[in-house]
């Protein structure tokens, strides 16, 4: 899998209208959306995957109740509320409070990213966010700004929190089309 590592800003992207510019916006929302820091917390499985190859949770790990793991085993028995470096190789744990997975409601790792748009935008599988609360979820949730800061070992999202945030206002306020 190659990774995409750079994003646009959305005034470099355009379209022959807003309907056209919208879809364009949220496909280089996508880099991000799609990229493995976010996939890997979003998955339509009952555990997380890691790393650039989302491969599977080590030790193996099921969601549990309410998205934090299973009873004796939650998230944060391991993830903590920082990165943690590995002490003797390369690599780290990867922290921030809370941590925990999406809710399987928002799953979309395997899915189109005209299927993700469409869910991304359904307050019933979106934990019931308006399109504002999207852009604030994506501009300003720390959880979210962590794909930027994910530790030794690990690729970053493209771009930045910031340009992510300015990329979903625009595709908001060019109408929140989704891809076909």
């Not at 056209?20 to 555990?47: D, W, Y």
């Not at 998230?75 to 925990?100: K, L, R």
Request: hydrophobic share 35%.
């Amino acid at each position: 899998m190659v990774l995409a590592t750079e994003l646009q800003a959305p005034e470099a992207i355009t379209g022959a209208d807003d309907t056209a510019r919208s879809v364009a916006l949220f496909q280089e929302m996508g880099k991000v959306i799609t990229h493995p820091r976010c996939l890997n917390c979003h998955p339509v499985t009952g555990g997380p995957t890691q790393g650039d190859d989302m491969h599977p949770h080590s030790p193996p790990m099921v969601r549990g109740v309410a998205d934090f793991g299973p009873d004796g085993l939650s998230c944060t028995t391991c993830h903590g509320a920082e990165n943690v470096a590995y002490s003797v190789e390369t690599g780290s744990i990867p922290g921030h409070s809370p941590w925990q997975l999406a809710p399987e409601s928002m799953g979309w790792a395997g899915q189109s990213l005209a299927n993700i748009c469409t869910q991304m935008k359904d307050p019933e599988r979106n934990g019931g966010r308006d399109l504002e609360a999207i852009w604030e979820h994506h501009a300003n949730d720390g959880l979210v700004g962590w794909a930027w800061d994910p530790g030794q070992g690990r690729t970053p999202a493209p771009g930045s929190q910031e340009l992510f945030g300015q990329l979903t206002r625009a595709w908001i306020e060019t109408g929140a089309a989704c891809p076909s």
